[in-house]
Nanobody
Framework: QLQLVESGGGLVQPGGSLRLSCAVS????????IGWFRQAPGKEREGVSC????????KYGDSAKGRFIISRDNAKNTVYLQMNSLKPEDTAVYYC???????????????????WGQGTLVTVSS
């Protein structure tokens, strides 16, 4: 059974940093691409970043470019999202998901991401 568990969310001041973790089980990171998405209250779900199954290809949404870094630790079967220079508009529930359908690292379509974690809340506020 595929499972993804996010952690690392919390309250942080503007300009601060957080590192989110996505621990996966039931498969390895070499099997599927992993994406990070977020959804703020009253807003549509947004693609933040993704990393493909080889670990060699990453993508970032416009809001994440230059501030967020995605990485993975194969030994721990965990994908990380390092978030720096956080802004109040980064406040959202952050989800990780596995593309088990197409195996692609994409952010504009959710069609392939059929396994999702429960989400972790990030609040950026002074």
């Amino acid at each position: 059974q595929l499972q993804l568990v996010e952690s690392g969310g919390g309250l942080v001041q503007p300009g601060g940093s957080l590192r989110l973790s996505c621990a996966v089980s039931g498969f390895t990171l070499d099997d599927y691409s992993i994406g990070w998405f977020r959804q703020a209250p009253g807003k549509e779900r947004e693609g933040v970043s993704c990393i493909d199954s080889s670990g060699g290809n990453t993508k970032y949404g416009d809001s994440a470019k230059g501030r967020f870094i995605i990485s993975r630790d194969n030994a721990k079967n965990t994908v990380y999202l390092q978030m720096n220079s956080l802004k109040p508009e980064d406040t959202a529930v952050y989800y990780c998901a596995a593309d088990t359908v197409f195996g692609l690292c994409v952010l504009k379509s959710f069609r392939g991401y059929d396994s999702w974690g429960q989400g972790t809340l990030v609040t950026v506020s002074s």
